[in-house]
DNA sequence: ATCTAATGGGTTACCGATAACCCTTCCGAT
DNA sequence: ATCGGAAGGGTTATCGGTAACCCATTAGAT
């Protein structure tokens, strides 16, 4: 492409008259054209200082005419500040995290600010890339999912280069920061009280790896709920795995190996349900009829997904919102010196996917 | 917060000791800590001109101990070029255009690049904050999905500016530009054949808003094929409509009124087809006993949703990937002056949204 | 008529990085 | 011994915008 020299080309006998590509046109080339200095542009641009309704017309007038659009960049590098949050999920398939996302944008616009979107794929060197991203484009802050333990080391490097963030639905340990999660313990405990409440005594946990703390806290939900429910606490019944579909394949095998077979599974989250799902299936084996399973969240769709799981159901609009919220809060100086943690509940869903135990 | 005045309080005797938050690192800070000069640190950054081993090692070790991140805004203020580019899509939360999202995210990053997500609601006032975002973030492409015909002006502002754009899924008349598409019309061909060999022939369309290019070309299709299985067209049966599960409260309603009443439907995409599913069954229709359904694409889950919409599915992954290759390309000079268009083709997918007509 | 202060706007330096150009030093060739 | 050029690295200007400071006018107060 060819960059013209100068603006004046553009210059025609009936005004300024854009057409084609004229290259980056800036205050300079504005003042030039209103006969006024580049700051009384930028003045005008942000309101500041003191101008005459006279210029401030005729440069409004020229910036619309040579179409102006002002340089993120160069703004940036001066004032510091980008006006951009970045959201960073673990991934952007699931539901959950698009929903997340509609609420964290929406809540960004309402504020004044964009969202660079990015997906770490529950992958730490993915999410170390884009931490990296992150910390080169001096975005004002991070709105992200911690995709696990080793995100400990990338969340300091938010920390010493000054970013503030926000961490989403997991929290990581030894790192103490604002957060939005859910409230796991309950959920757990309302999914196994409703399980119990059918008749289950033989109730499995395929939780994700230990290496989240949501897994952990549903782990931890789990144990307290077998003794609230006075049922036998059996470390066979407890599986970890990983978060993808073809994870559950295995899952599903052992726990059909397993004597007796447990009646009923509680998913680590909404993935993994469908796989073991899936998996049962494959083997023939009826959901709910001979296990039932429960889990978090919400696959959307859901009057056409049969069986509809069972599910505390957390709030995924909210944690976008509150987090992105909570997040400028902080970036502005609206908070506490002292990190806040806000723990949002969820709601029994329940579904098709349980039903009494076989007997 | 407070702010370090200089990079000197980090020094420890055991070296350089980052602790807390240190301000922002320049290479100048680099540079004064290896006794080089801020150019040489530059070169070293970017593996250009001539340096030596050693001065090359010990500006990598300061690099390294003072955490230095490069400012992308500095430099993409003097190179002209930031290395990011922008995903413009109408539904973030439609799993054709998340799928989108996935296979643009990995494409762009293989080849260097960054990707910006944007989600302009299919509202085209969204759509222009968004592409002045675009604009004055000076990103170096954009691949969007035009929100509709309205987009002409914002497609024109993004040429005007010299920034690269590839439409994606929809065309906009009276632009011509590179452009990643599905082939609307064969897909409706595929569909419209299948209901046919089923014993349809009051078929309706239910299209989605004409002001959309793939919306016509449905509506194209629709009348080729009724004409190719020796059917009427008839106006009566199609119905301009909106895009938004709510917007097929009406459609439905209309549809019923009929005499006599279509035994068919073909929904302009995976969210009407969905609307309809439902508005049909609060009314007690049954799908597809009283009235068969087909679509475009996929809301993925195959396996759990019931009943499966008839459809003919578009590469979605395909398309995100190839829109950022095809973008890329012309970023880099590497395509060739006219526009390249690529249409994409669908595949028919039969599932249990279709059956024989009611007799 | 003089002083004061508000009004309107220009100058200069700087944000962090890189391009373009320049200057040593040192080595081998003649 | 002299010269050419490669190696290694420093200086300066610049990208586009804004903060801080400065300088004319003009209007109102006394």
Same mark, same amino acid.
């Given at each position: 492409?060819?960059?013209?020299?100068?603006? =004046?080309?553009?210059?025609?006998?009936?005004?300024?008259?854009?057409?084609?590509?004229?290259?980056?046109?800036?205050?300079?080339?504005?003042? @030039?054209?209103?006969?006024?200095?580049?700051?009384?542009?930028?003045?005008?641009? &942000?309101? %500041?200082?003191?101008?005459?309704?006279?210029?401030?017309?005729?440069?409004?007038?020229?910036?619309?005419?040579?179409?102006?659009?002002?340089?993120?960049?160069?703004?940036?590098?001066?004032?510091?500040?980008?006006?951009?949050?970045?959201?960073?999920?673990?991934?952007?398939? =699931?539901?959950?995290?698009?929903?997340? *996302?509609?609420?964290?944008?929406?809540?960004?616009?309402?504020?004044?600010?964009?969202?660079?979107?990015? &997906?770490?794929?529950?992958?730490?060197?993915?999410?170390?890339?884009?931490?990296?991203?992150?910390?080169?484009?001096?975005?004002?802050?991070?709105?992200?999912?911690?995709?696990?333990?080793?995100?400990?080391?990338?969340?300091? *490097?938010?920390?010493?280069?000054?970013?503030?963030?926000?961490?989403?639905?997991?929290?990581?340990?030894?790192?103490?920061?604002?957060?939005?999660?859910?409230?796991?313990?309950?959920?757990?405990? @309302?999914?196994?009280?409703?399980?119990?409440?059918?008749?289950?005594?033989?109730?499995?946990?395929?939780?994700? %790896?230990?290496?989240?703390? %949501?897994?952990?806290?549903?782990?931890?939900?789990? @144990?307290?709920?077998?003794?609230?429910?006075?049922?036998?606490?059996?470390?066979?019944?407890?599986?970890?795995?990983?978060?993808?579909?073809?994870?559950?394949?295995?899952?599903?095998?052992?726990?059909?190996?397993?004597?007796?077979?447990?009646?009923?599974?509680? *998913?680590?989250?909404?993935?993994?349900?469908?796989?073991?799902?899936?998996?049962?299936?494959?083997?023939?084996?009826?959901?709910?009829?001979?296990?039932?399973?429960?889990?978090?969240?919400?696959?959307?769709?859901?009057?056409?997904?049969?069986?509809?799981?069972?599910?505390?159901?957390?709030?995924?609009? @909210?944690?976008?919102?509150?987090?992105?919220?909570?997040?400028?809060?902080?970036?502005?100086?609206?908070?506490?010196?002292?990190?806040?943690?806000?723990?949002?509940? &969820?709601?029994?869903?329940?579904?098709?996917? %349980?039903?009494?135990?076989?007997?």
């Amino acid at each position: 492409m060819m960059k013209f020299g100068t603006i =004046n080309l553009l210059l025609t006998s009936n005004g300024y008259q854009a057409e084609g590509w004229y290259g980056m046109i800036t205050i300079y080339d504005i003042a @030039k054209h209103a006969n006024v200095s580049a700051m009384t542009v930028s003045r005008v641009i &942000n309101n %500041t200082g003191r101008i005459s309704d006279k210029t401030r017309m005729k440069v409004r007038q020229v910036m619309a005419e040579l179409n102006y659009v002002p340089n993120a960049m160069a703004r940036g590098l001066v004032l510091q500040k980008t006006n951009i949050v970045s959201l960073l999920v673990t991934d952007i398939t =699931n539901p959950f995290y698009t929903t997340v *996302a509609r609420g964290a944008e929406d809540a960004a616009r309402s504020l004044g600010y964009k969202l660079l979107l990015g &997906n770490s794929d529950e992958n730490a060197e993915k999410e170390k890339e884009y931490i990296d991203t992150i910390l080169s484009t001096r975005v004002d802050g991070v709105l992200l999912t911690p995709a696990g333990d080793d995100s400990k080391g990338h969340l300091e *490097a938010l920390t010493l280069h000054g970013t503030p963030y926000v961490a989403l639905d997991r929290d990581v340990p030894g790192i103490l920061c604002d957060s939005v999660v859910g409230d796991s313990i309950s959920g757990v405990r @309302k999914l196994i009280d409703y399980l119990v409440s059918l008749g289950h005594q033989h109730v499995a946990l395929v939780g994700g %790896t230990f290496d989240v703390s %949501t897994a952990r806290q549903r782990h931890q939900g789990f @144990k307290e709920a077998m003794e609230a429910n006075r049922l036998p606490y059996n470390e066979e019944l407890v599986l970890q795995t990983g978060y993808r579909l073809q994870d559950m394949e295995a899952a599903a095998e052992r726990l059909l190996s397993l004597s007796p077979v447990p009646t009923a599974v509680l *998913a680590g989250n909404n993935v993994t349900a469908l796989g073991l799902l899936q998996s049962f299936r494959r083997r023939s084996i009826d959901v709910p009829g001979q296990i039932s399973i429960v889990t978090f969240d919400d696959l959307g769709y859901r009057d056409l997904i049969d069986p509809l799981f069972t599910s505390a159901v957390q709030p995924a609009y @909210k944690f976008g919102e509150l987090g992105i919220q909570m997040l400028i809060d902080r970036i502005e100086g609206r908070s506490n010196e002292a990190p806040s943690r806000l723990v949002l509940q &969820n709601e029994l869903m329940i579904g098709s996917s %349980t039903g009494a135990p076989p007997q």
